[in-house]
């Protein structure tokens, strides 16, 4: 997919600044403000072949500037014209507009061991942008990529995916290994639509028994992946009351629930379902009526 991208050749690349004081700078100060938002997304480490092998990506973004870094490790990026490093962003995260071939993305970053350029995609090729925003440094390591989202058609809400290519055997990475990551800045990174969730027993709470709470599945953007494999939380948690009574959970997360057995039938119980996916976490508020 990514291998078939036809990519201008501007003839003016700016230099990658290989020590990074800036962007490092900038990312430190982003992680620390109030107003700032991070991201934390992983990618399995071997599976490059002779390509540079990204195992991670954190996304940083602050509200009030708008301003994004993107900061892309793993062994070997980036190092040369030969074995370059790609961002690609899907601005309005719609993988069926923009660039449908290569997961609707609307901006690119090409980087290699000295340079790297900033193009988009204007409905039919890739064609340089001003980069009045854009800063990138690093090393083979880690690349750091800085850019306002004014110059990503204003976005807050946006898909991306890194990938890398060694040009002489073809062999690539790509990060996720399908579809995309999501990120918002509202969010403090992947948006989450909403939580599938599973009870048992399925009709809900009974008084005297025991009542768990599963998520089955995390509701994302679009991210035009090929896989219908549920997108599953990394860790979750409960809280629960009957009527003004807290409730003390057991077993993962606490999302078994002992209902009482007196003067329980007919109450309200509510639940607090805590999800965490790459540095979001979402509260979902859950009713049940006691059988």
Known sequence: MSMQLR?????????????GPIAAALLAVLVLVPSASSGTYTDPAGDSGTAGDIT??????????GQLIFRITGTNIASSATNPLFLDIDSDANPFSGNISDNGSDYLFYVDGDS??????????WVETPDLSVHVSGGTSQILISVNRSELGNASVFNFYSWTVDVSDKASDNAPNDGAYNYSLDANGPQINSVDVQTT???????????????????????????????????????????AKQLTGSGTG????????KKARGKKLTVQLTVVYEGTTKVVPLTFKVR
């Not at 990519?7 to 020590?19: D, F, G």
């Open 7 to 19: 990519l201008p050749r501007p003839a003016v690349r700016s230099r990658l600044k290989r020590a």
């Open 56 to 65: 991670s990506v954190t996304v940083a973004g602050d509200k009030g500037t």
């Open 116 to 125: 790297y350029f900033f193009v988009h995609w204007n409905g039919a090729t």
């Open 201 to 243: 027993p399925s009709a809900g709470p009974k008084a005297g028994k025991r009542f768990v709470i599963v998520p089955t599945g995390l509701k994302l953007p679009p991210d035009g992946r090929t896989t219908t494999t549920a997108i599953l939380p990394e860790s979750y948690s409960c809280t629960a009351k009957l009527g």
């Open 254 to 261: 606490g999302c078994t629930i002992a209902v009482p057995k």
